[in-house]
């Protein structure tokens, strides 16, 4: 059955080679931080306007659910499971403010209205220590993830192959509602905008 959609695949793998890219010092930092901050921002908006199981509303779950979940008194669905959805918020939340904090360190926000108050030298200070704490955050987040994968692969449910292929083949189609798969164009679309807004924070700093 196919769950995932070419955008939410690209956005995996992209995601991962440039945490790698940033996380060894492979390249330059900067527009790799800027590289990673537009697919964010593509991946947040992809969140409320994309395919069914791209969107945050139909895979984040309540602390109860997960719990179930975790006690395996929750069936499977398509898609993210709920524990796996908050390792996903938790991922891009964490990478977010490390984007932003890292802009900012820069200086790319020194032209907004109020930055000069808002961006005081405490603030910068308080930024400097959460861009260096949160790569070990992220590694912490990292290995969590792949354990999680081998565990599936151990249970015959293939994770990596699933997000190439965009099927999950665990899931019988026939025992869950279709799943509405939004247009690539759309997310082209959506990725220019994302690209131009990274461009405007660039030329505006």
């Avoid at 200086?107 to 200070?125: C, D, I, K, R």
């Avoid at 930024?127 to 994968?149: C, M």
Wanted: with cysteine; proline share 4%.
């Amino acid at each position: 059955m196919k769950i995932w959609d070419l955008p939410t695949r690209l956005y995996h793998w992209i995601q991962a080679t440039l945490f790698i890219c940033l996380i060894t010092g492979f390249g330059p930092h900067l527009q790799l931080g800027l590289a990673l901050f537009t697919l964010i921002c593509w991946r947040l908006v992809w969140g409320f306007i994309g395919s069914d199981t791209s969107k945050f509303k139909n895979f984040v779950s309540s602390p109860t659910r997960t719990v179930r979940y975790l006690l395996g008194k929750e069936s499977s669905h398509a898609g993210h499971n709920p524990a796996g959805a908050w390792m996903v918020i938790a991922l891009i939340a964490t990478l977010f403010v490390q984007c932003l904090t890292g802009m900012a360190l820069v200086g790319l926000f020194n032209s907004f209205p109020y930055a000069e108050s808002l961006l005081s030298e405490s603030t910068l200070e308080l930024f400097k220590a959460i861009h260096r704490a949160s790569p070990q955050l992220l590694i912490v987040f990292v290995v969590i993830h792949l354990s999680a994968i081998v565990i599936y692969k151990l249970r015959s449910k293939p994770l990596v192959k699933a997000m190439i292929t965009g099927k999950q083949d665990s899931l019988q189609k026939k025992e869950l509602a279709p799943v509405a798969f939004a247009s690539n164009q759309r997310a082209l679309l959506v990725l220019i905008i994302s690209s131009l807004v990274t461009l405007l924070i660039l030329q505006s700093g």
